[in-house]
């Protein structure tokens, strides 16, 4: 094979800290919509089912589509100049949601804004298992992914404090903001580790496989451990993407939290125990990697089941002090499983698959986690509505410990396939000059 370029420690460094801001801002465009889904819903006259779909369906669907070709170009041409287009393009259109005069014209933009989103997270896994190992990839994607719950903490913090002095249309105006400043920081800094022209480029394209699209997927469907991490994913993505879309406005209608309220208090709390399960999950996954090879997994079916446990005492909790107590816990594991089992696809499939395998994740996490859990608790929430049950929310929210249940004996087959089927990784990372301690 012939030899890579080596890469700096700075450098990669800098890679990661880069692809972690643009994480952040992915998700501050993302999840800004939940912190307004009340003020919305009033404005515009929409129900909870509407907001479901915003949330949901409508943008997981576009977004986990698009991946897929996405993922195939990640692994043909320049990873950076993908992600600089993708961010650029769903800051302008995150903008023209505050332009919106119903809910049409918001779906229509809601789409836009996954169109953009589905050109970053391929090509951005992609690049961290070229820079790292193995027993490195789950602290290395668990680090951008720690851009989730940086993104959420400014959505939900700054994103309802403008709403509420300024109204929901200006949080849009003002999300466009950061991804626009990432782009000329993605552009001016990043490099891709392929090294364009160098021989890490050759190496690349020399160890591409010679047949289509059509042969590379099937051959990655095959792959038994990679089914079961998908639905594992999808599991753990209906939980939490269904919990972020609803928890504001479960503390606003059951409490009677303003939406500046709601916002600072969730943001901080994900900020930061959620910062801390996401980035923790990484690191524990790599040590659990190191004594068994379904390591990654197993950390996430651990955190899962106190999912199960934790997470029917907060919606039993009687004040909103006494909910948010219960909840710092569950927030902090619900978004744990990112780093891990994003690493576990990349150890599963050969080097040159890695960007069409990250897509092939994030096509399943989203296209049945995020969207069906958003719309599937606001579906149940409308029919506990009408049914006069009460509070429809808490009937809806119930779907999240019963996801993490369901989570729990995927991935205990996930990591069991993991052992039988799984071969040492004959293409670690993009060399790397030791001239410092790695980080």
Known sequence: MTA???????????????LLGVTLVSLLDRQIMAILAHPIAEDLNLTDSQLGL??????AAVYATLTIPVGWMADRVDRTRIIAVATASWSVISATCGLAGN???LLISRMGVAVGEAGATPSAHSIASDLYPPERRGFAIATIQAGSPLGLLLAFAVGGLIAQEY???????ASAVPGLVMTVLVLAVMRDPRARGGTGAAAHRAGLPRHGFRSATRELLANPPMRSILAGGVLCAFGVYGALAWLPAYFQR??????GRAGIVLGLMFGVVGLAGTWGGGVLGDRLYLRRRDGHTRVVLLSSVVVVALFPLFLAAPGGLAALLVLAIPAGLLGLFQGPLAAAVQNVCPPSRRGL??????????????????????VVSDLAESAGLGNGLRAGLLLVPLSALAAVIVLRRAGARILAHTTPDDDH?????????KP
């Open 4 to 18: 890579r370029t080596p890469v700096s420690p700075t450098r990669r460094r800098l890679t990661l800290l880069i």
């Open 54 to 59: 915003l949330s949901g369906v409508a943008f």
């Open 103 to 105: 809910f049409w014209h």
């Open 167 to 173: 109204g929901w249309r200006a949080a849009f105006y």
């Open 254 to 259: 059951t409490f009677d939290w303003s939406s």
């Open 357 to 378: 395998a990250s897509a092939f994740y994030i096509f399943s996490v989203n296209l049945l986690g995020q969207s069906l859990g958003p719309t599937a608790i606001g």
């Open 429 to 437: 990372a993009v060399p790397v000059q030791h001239t410092s301690p």
